[in-house]
């Protein structure tokens, strides 16, 4: 099976940078997902890593050690819209067309002025 | 425009009474999942198919259940047998096993 932690609520500020971080102890493990979901919608897909080493995407970057089982999203020049919950989700290995993701219970960002 | 449509949006159950979610796509995927989603809660699967005619349990299948007759459209059955039905339900859908899963705007069901 698979056990995923984040924190549950973290708090920055405007401008700022923040790092949320996960960890994972896994049976399988073929991937490491970051969804961001604002309140009362659905997840949209940030980023992906299956290899070690960091992934950029615009302000968001996405890190993963395979070794240490951990990963973390990294938010630059905080804006009042990233406010949301981030979601952690591992996939297993992959046995056929459709693989399954299991997810963490999420960190809500809150940004503040 | 390519999507995974949901609805209805909000749906209420009365006691005893079954209720079907409805999940369409037009991404020509053909991995499709239901997830149930608790206040404060990470997403916990429900059930998944890889293929038309073919579905696999999740980690939480008791009290519901799905058919799968054509590839567009995955319907959530949540039967009498779920005692606590209250929750938001997700349906996703992914293209390739290498893929994210990408989700529809989720149907929050509620007991009257």
């Known amino acids: 099976g698979q056990n995923i932690d984040q924190p549950t609520e973290m708090t920055a500020t405007e401008g700022a940078i923040v790092q949320i971080n996960c960890t994972y102890q896994?049976?399988?493990?073929?991937?490491l997902f970051w969804y961001q979901q604002h309140a009362g919608e659905a997840p949209t897909f940030l980023s992906y890593n299956v290899l070690d080493g960091l992934e950029e995407k615009g302000r968001f970057s996405s890190f993963l050690s395979r070794s240490k089982g951990y990963s973390y999203l990294l938010l630059k020049e905080l804006q009042m819209k990233d406010s949301a919950s981030y979601l952690c989700?591992?996939?297993?290995?992959?046995?056929?067309?459709?693989?399954?993701?299991?997810f963490g219970t999420g960190t809500r960002l809150q940004v503040t002025l | 425009d390519g999507g995974i449509t949901q609805s209805p949006k909000y749906l209420f159950r009365k006691e005893g009474q079954n209720v079907t979610l409805s999940c369409e796509q037009n991404l020509n995927h053909d991995a499709m999942y239901w997830y149930r989603q608790d206040p404060g809660q990470g997403l916990r699967l429900i059930y998944y198919?890889?293929?038309?005619?073919?579905?696999q349990k999740g980690d939480i299948a008791e009290g519901y259940s799905v058919s799968r007759e054509k590839k567009e459209s995955f319907p959530l059955t949540v039967t009498s047998a779920q005692k606590n039905p209250t929750a938001f339900y997700l349906c996703a859908t992914m293209g390739s096993p290498y893929q994210p899963q990408h989700f529809g705007d989720g149907t929050r069901l509620s007991i009257l």
């Open positions: 198919s890889q293929i038309v005619n073919d579905f």
């Open positions: 896994t049976s399988g493990f073929n991937g």
């Open positions: 989700a591992v996939r297993d290995t992959n046995t056929g067309t459709a693989s399954k993701l299991t």
